[in-house]
């Protein structure tokens, strides 16, 4: 059964797009913990990040690079933290987003956002690339 990650990017489902390639697509998850919080995800289906192809995997970080140059423009912090969790959905994806503390990886402090709010930090976020 495809990952809704999967159902996203093959628009099954609606998502807030950011950058898409041959290999993977940043979308910007439902339940940011900050304004511009993206998820950097694989076209495949692999469960775990450490079952990434070595290639697969430099591209991801390389992506992930590009989309933290655009969130510092866009959305100024102190760093740009990334994690790797993998716990809610079976579908490698990097979380890529604005952070000032360590406090900022809290993930219980995630809260749902507007679908016009999300539309309008895609839009940001693409014009900052």
Known sequence: MASIFTKIIDGQLPGNFVWKDDA???????????????????????D??????DELAAHLMLVSKKMAKALKKA???ARVGMAIAGLEVPHVHLHVFPINTLNDFDFSQAESAGAEALAKVAENLRAAL
């Open 24 to 46: 993977c697509v940043v979308i910007l998850t439902i339940q940011p913990l900050r304004p511009g919080h993206m998820l950097v995800i694989p076209r495949a289906e692999i």
């Open 48 to 53: 775990h990040w450490d079952d990434l192809p």
């Open 75 to 77: 959305y100024p912090s």
